[in-house]
Nanobody
Framework: QVQLVESGGGLVQAGGSLRLSCAAS????????MGWFRQAPGKEREFIAA????????QYADSVKGRFTVSRDNAKNTVYLQMTSLKPDDTAVYYC????????????????WGQGTQVTVSS
């Protein structure tokens, strides 16, 4: 497992932007595919974005395509989620997660999770 810490959440008005960061421990960050998930009150955990080890492949949920961008900097052991045109429906706790080698959209396939960061979008 790898230790993950999210940051960058907060309160923003509809139409605004936020950039989330996820910092990983250790020297083997480049062997992990990374994902971003979110969970709103009363709802199931939802996949939103993922990025492969090399950053050459990304995947997005339909609900965020064109608005969110996932990226990574392996030299800094960090993955990012740039969120623009935020909507009240984006309000949730956002989590980053890691799994060995292969990119995935399924939360059950990730073995390491951060503590989460709250994103609240007001109308």
């Amino acid at each position: 497992q790898v230790q993950l810490v999210e940051s960058g959440g907060g309160l923003v008005q509809a139409g605004g932007s936020l950039r989330l960061s996820c910092a990983a421990s250790g020297r083997t960050f480049n062997v992990y595919a990374m994902g971003w998930f979110r969970q709103a009150p009363g709802k199931e955990r939802e996949f939103i974005a993922a990025i492969a080890r090399s950053a050459g492949t990304t995947q997005y949920a339909d609900s965020v395509k064109g608005r969110f961008t996932v990226s990574r900097d392996n030299a800094k052991n960090t993955v990012y989620l740039q969120m623009t045109s935020l909507k009240p429906d984006d309000t949730a706790v956002y989590y980053c997660a890691a799994r060995l080698w292969v990119i995935s959209t399924f939360s059950s396939e990730y073995n390491s999770w951060g503590q989460g960061t709250q994103v609240t979008v007001s109308s």
